[in-house]
């Protein structure tokens, strides 16, 4: 899971409910104090938030963008029912497609920029794909962040499985606490973190809605690599596929052959991992301001 360097919200944001056709869903929103060059979406991956783009909010709103991080359904404070279907990829994806409606229609008919972080990345890729079937994209660009073609990492894939077996037994307390031992007994060790930082960690974590981890968890293990369609379906829209340096879900390698495939950009952020977007925000800030640009 990505962990927020800090939890305060800049001056320039605040924290909302968006009001979509398909339900609600809890958002933070960042708004420029002088001209407003565009506006973005920004969906993050399994067992993430939207606070893990907290970083991000101030230094797009300073370039002059309209950013709004979400909560997928069934994270932290949106929420979802017990019903698998609420969680496929592609239910997923019809979510972001009415969100993308409704900061549309707040900038007066003008297309938002696209971003999905990790497992956000396959989602947002549905979306695309579900809305080139339909006609003309409704977004400026598509940001693909440390995200893969296909299923992630097998050695990924093992430790998702596990967590998917215990899901089926074990509380979402009882699969923290294991966690925490599992980290102990690694020999690892483990990052300093605020108090505030560590306790919001474990309330997310809690806040998850367990059939949400289950359906999600179970396609990035076994997830279609549908990057031909996605370079058919993107042609003219530019796209950025962006990562750190390394990286434990989809070798960096891989998203940079992906980025080939996609005829996109290609930004690798020095000295981060799996999530530039907290590890180093101002550098990826200033990666996603010039593409946008």
């Given at each position: 899971?990505?962990?927020?360097?800090?939890?305060?919200?800049?001056?320039?944001?605040?924290?909302?409910?968006?009001?979509?056709?398909?339900?609600?869903?809890?958002?933070?929103?960042?708004?420029?104090?002088?001209?407003?060059?565009?506006?973005?979406?920004?969906?993050?991956?399994?067992?993430?938030?939207?606070?893990?783009?907290?970083?991000?909010?101030?230094?797009?709103?300073?370039?002059?963008?309209?950013?709004?991080?979400?909560?997928?359904?069934?994270?932290?404070?949106?929420?979802?029912?017990?019903?698998?279907?609420?969680?496929?990829?592609?239910?997923?994806?019809?979510?972001?497609?009415?969100?993308?409606?409704?900061?549309?229609?707040?900038?007066?008919?003008?297309?938002?920029?696209?971003?999905g972080h990790s497992f956000g990345g396959q989602v947002v890729r549905?979306?695309?794909?579900?809305?080139?079937?339909?006609?003309?994209?409704?977004?400026?660009?598509?940001?693909?962040?440390?995200?893969?073609?296909?299923?992630?990492?097998?050695?990924?894939a093992v430790r998702t499985g596990l967590l998917l077996d215990a899901?089926?037994?074990?509380?979402?307390?009882?699969?923290?606490?294991?966690?925490?031992?599992?980290?102990?007994?690694?020999?690892?060790?483990?990052?300093?973190?605020?108090?505030?930082?560590?306790?919001?960690?474990?309330?997310?974590?809690?806040?998850?809605?367990?059939?949400?981890?289950?359906v999600t968890g179970a396609h990035l293990v076994a997830a279609p690599?549908?990057?031909?369609?996605?370079?058919?379906?993107?042609?003219?829209?530019?796209?950025?596929?962006?990562?750190?340096?390394?990286?434990?879900?989809?070798?960096?390698?891989?998203?940079?052959?992906?980025?080939?495939?996609?005829?996109?950009?290609?930004?690798?952020?020095?000295?981060?991992?799996?999530?530039?977007?907290?590890?180093?925000?101002?550098?990826?800030?200033?990666?996603?301001?010039?593409?946008?640009?």
């Amino acid at each position: 899971m990505s962990t927020p360097p800090f939890l305060t919200l800049p001056g320039c944001a605040r924290a909302e409910r968006l009001v979509t056709g398909r339900g609600e869903f809890a958002a933070l929103r960042a708004e420029p104090a002088g001209p407003v060059r565009g506006s973005a979406l920004l969906v993050p991956g399994f067992t993430g938030s939207k606070e893990d783009f907290i970083a991000l909010l101030e230094p797009l709103a300073a370039a002059g963008y309209r950013v709004t991080a979400v909560d997928q359904r069934g994270q932290y404070q949106t929420g979802g029912p017990d019903d698998p279907a609420a969680y496929a990829v592609g239910a997923l994806g019809a979510d972001v497609r009415a969100l993308t409606g409704v900061l549309a229609a707040e900038a007066g008919g003008a297309p938002p920029h696209l971003l999905g972080h990790s497992f956000g990345g396959q989602v947002v890729r549905e979306a695309v794909l579900a809305a080139a079937a339909e006609g003309p994209l409704p977004w400026r660009s598509l940001t693909l962040v440390s995200t893969g073609p296909g299923a992630i990492d097998p050695a990924e894939a093992v430790r998702t499985g596990l967590l998917l077996d215990a899901l089926r037994g074990m509380d979402l307390e009882q699969i923290w606490q294991v966690m925490r031992q599992l980290e102990a007994e690694s020999g690892q060790p483990r990052p300093s973190l605020e108090p505030a930082v560590a306790e919001f960690l474990h309330r997310r974590w809690l806040a998850n809605v367990p059939r949400a981890l289950s359906v999600t968890g179970a396609h990035l293990v076994a997830a279609p690599d549908r990057v031909a369609e996605l370079a058919a379906a993107t042609a003219g829209l530019p796209v950025l596929v962006l990562s750190g340096v390394r990286d434990h879900a989809w070798p960096v390698p891989e998203q940079t052959a992906m980025a080939e495939r996609l005829g996109a950009r290609r930004v690798v952020v020095a000295d981060a991992g799996h999530s530039p977007n907290a590890e180093q925000p101002a550098a990826t800030a200033g990666a996603l301001a010039a593409f946008w640009a």
